[in-house]
T-cell receptor, first 109, second 115 residues
């Protein structure tokens, strides 16, 4: 079965604290994983993708095939990071994305 | 470069009615996909269109149908509306090819309420 699981609906951290948003997936093929973010009153937008191995706005995510995870991390949270975060799995050879239910990150002052 | 635009932004329909939602893809993009996002859920794939043909579909009944036009814009049609169809409908576009590395860009969505 193809599935993306984000176990936390809400994650609250204080400014400057480390952040880890969890994402686990179930997929029989070679996974292609993404994190999308939705800031208040804005559209859903790409944050980062695992094949790029990039850091965007201080966020990184490493694909762990053994644990089937793609957790999103940031060492020091900022108030502007408060948003809804969705982990997504792209089905190989298509544009079908399977999204998790999302985690709302609140960074407290 | 213009982004993905959708219309209308909000609408209310009565159960049993039909609705058409519209999407203009981002400049240079020829693939369009539609997603349904119910409250508190992540987006769920409905279908995608490439070269004016549907070439991928999620677990949605046939009363969900679509079109893609030569200018790559698209419509989502839903017949016999049900209360559970109330959701945010997202359109996303991408450039040719579903190869690794290509990504999709979302519109702001159309909020549909069925009463």
């Amino acid at each position: 079965a193809q599935r993306v699981t984000q176990p936390e609906k809400l994650l609250s951290v204080f400014k400057g604290a480390p952040v880890e948003l969890k994402c686990n997936y179930s997929y029989s093929g070679s996974p292609e994983l993404f994190w999308y973010v939705q800031y208040s009153r804005q559209r859903l937008q790409l944050l980062l993708r695992h094949i790029s191995r990039e850091s965007i706005k201080g966020f990184t995510a490493d694909l762990n095939k053994g644990e089937t995870s793609f957790h999103l991390k940031k060492p020091f949270a900022q108030e502007e990071d408060s948003a809804m975060y969705y982990c997504a799995l792209k089905v190989t050879g298509t544009y079908k994305y399977i999204f998790g239910t999302g985690t709302r990150l609140k960074v407290l002052a | 470069e213009t982004g993905v635009t959708q219309s209308p932004t909000h609408l209310i329909k009565t159960r049993g009615q039909q609705v058409t939602l519209r999407c203009s893809s981002q400049s240079g993009h020829n693939t369009v996909s539609w997603y349904q996002q119910a409250l508190g859920q992540g987006p769920q794939f409905i279908f995608q269109y490439y070269r004016e043909e549907e070439n991928g579909r999620g677990n949605f009944p046939p009363r969900f149908s679509g079109l893609q036009f030569p200018n790559y814009s698209s419509e989502l049609n839903v017949n016999a509306l049900e209360l559970d169809d109330s959701a945010l409908y997202l359109c996303a576009s991408s450039s040719q090819g579903a190869s690794r590395g290509n990504t999709i860009y979302f519109g702001e969505g159309s909020w549909l309420t069925v009463v």
